[in-house]
């Protein structure tokens, strides 16, 4: 399988409490982005880093991506129930867009 | 109105008809792709499109055929549906290569 793979795969938190995703991927790539899911929804685009980037942020989030690791964090700072979803990496490789396993996050209040 | 939309949102077959799920997009964007989502497997390509007339497989193409005769369209066929099928199925679209994704509400599908 091409697919990347996210780590856990499942979180659960209290609110105000960080959440630390990982995300590995087998390729070279163009850039690596971060996706949500909300029960029963399609995926929302939350964030997108270059390959030659290594950290991004982007208000409560925090990106980090190491290329000779083929891997990629993302952090939710101090988080709220609302973020209870599940998160996606999702990289580019040639034209081919192509997502991790993902990783359910729940916030509890 | 604008953004992705796909149909049916919902759709119940029986194992060995054909079943075309509808993906249309209004920002002209090039690039299309369709996912399946199953449980313990995340999102997989099936098929993805550059521009109108040019298609290619993705991850799991097998039992599935595209077409995208007009840039915002870009329907899914599954030519003889099987169980295995049964899925929720995600259409997406984005404007450039290696630039975010907008994805639609997508339609899950049952074959019985």
């Known amino acids: 399988s091409q697919q990347g793979e996210e780590d856990p795969q499942a979180l659960s938190i209290q609110e105000g409490e960080n959440a630390t995703m990982n995300c590995s991927y087998k390729?070279?790539?163009?850039?690596l982005q971060w996706y949500r899911q909300n029960s029963g929804r399609g995926l929302v685009h939350l964030i997108l880093?270059?390959?030659?980037?290594r950290e991004k942020h982007s208000g409560r989030l925090r990106v980090t991506l190491d290329t000779s690791k083929k891997s990629s964090s993302l952090l939710i700072t101090a988080s709220r129930a609302a973020d209870t979803a599940s998160y996606f990496c999702?990289?580019?490789?040639?034209?081919?867009?192509?997502f991790g396993g993902g990783t359910r996050l729940m916030v509890k209040p | 109105d604008a953004g992705i939309t796909q149909s049916p949102r919902y759709k119940i077959t029986e194992t060995g008809r054909q079943v075309t799920l509808m993906c249309h997009q209004t920002w002209s964007h090039s690039y299309m792709f369709w996912y399946r989502q199953d449980l313990g497997h995340g999102l997989r390509l099936i098929y993805y499109?550059?521009?109108?007339?040019?298609?290619d497989k993705g991850e799991v193409p097998d039992g599935y055929v595209v077409s995208r005769s007009k840039t915002e369209n870009f329907p899914l066929t599954l030519e003889s549906a099987t169980r295995s099928q049964t899925s929720v199925y995600f259409c997406?679209?984005?404007?450039?290569?290696?630039?975010?994704?907008?994805f639609g509400q997508g339609t899950r599908l049952t074959v019985v």
């Open positions: 880093i270059r390959s030659n980037e």
């Open positions: 390729t070279s790539i163009n850039n």
């Open positions: 499109s550059a521009a109108a007339d040019i298609t």
């Open positions: 999702a990289y580019n490789a040639g034209n081919m867009l192509t």
């Open positions: 997406a679209s984005s404007g450039q290569i290696w630039t975010e994704a907008f």
